[in-house]
């Protein structure tokens, strides 16, 4: 059964971080490329970060260059985002995503609020 299981999120104040986790299970973890999108209430979901499969390639929206780092363990079947300098306008639910050869997985998400 295939599952991701994101953790790490909650309430931080602006400036703040956090580090968001996704456990996968159930395929091949080190076969598939992995990516963090969000959801803003009454907006679209979002691709955040994106990281290859061997983690060797990074990509991120420019609205959080330089502040997220997204990073993956092969040995613990685990996807990270590190989220420095949180602004509120990056509150929204927090989803990774799994894209292999021919399918794509989507964990539950984690919510995320930067509030004062």
């Known amino acids: 059964q295939v599952q991701l299981v994101e953790s790490g999120g909650g309430l931080v104040q602006p400036g703040g971080s956090l580090r968001l986790s996704c456990a996968a299970s159930?395929?091949?973890?080190?076969?598939?490329?992995m990516s963090w999108y969000r959801q803003a209430p009454g907006k679209e979901r979002e691709l955040v970060a994106f990281?290859?499969?061997?983690?060797?390639?990074?990509n991120y929206a420019d609205s959080v260059k330089g502040r997220f780092t997204i990073s993956r363990d092969n040995a613990k079947n685990t996807v990270y985002l590190q989220m420095n300098s949180l602004k509120p306008e990056d509150t929204a639910v927090y989803y990774c995503?799994?894209?292999?050869?021919?399918?794509?997985?989507w964990g539950q998400g984690t919510q995320v609020t930067v509030s004062s």
């Open positions: 995503k799994a894209r292999g050869p021919r399918y794509a997985y």
């Open positions: 159930g395929f091949t973890f080190s076969s598939y490329a």
């Open positions: 990281i290859t499969s061997a983690g060797g390639s990074t």
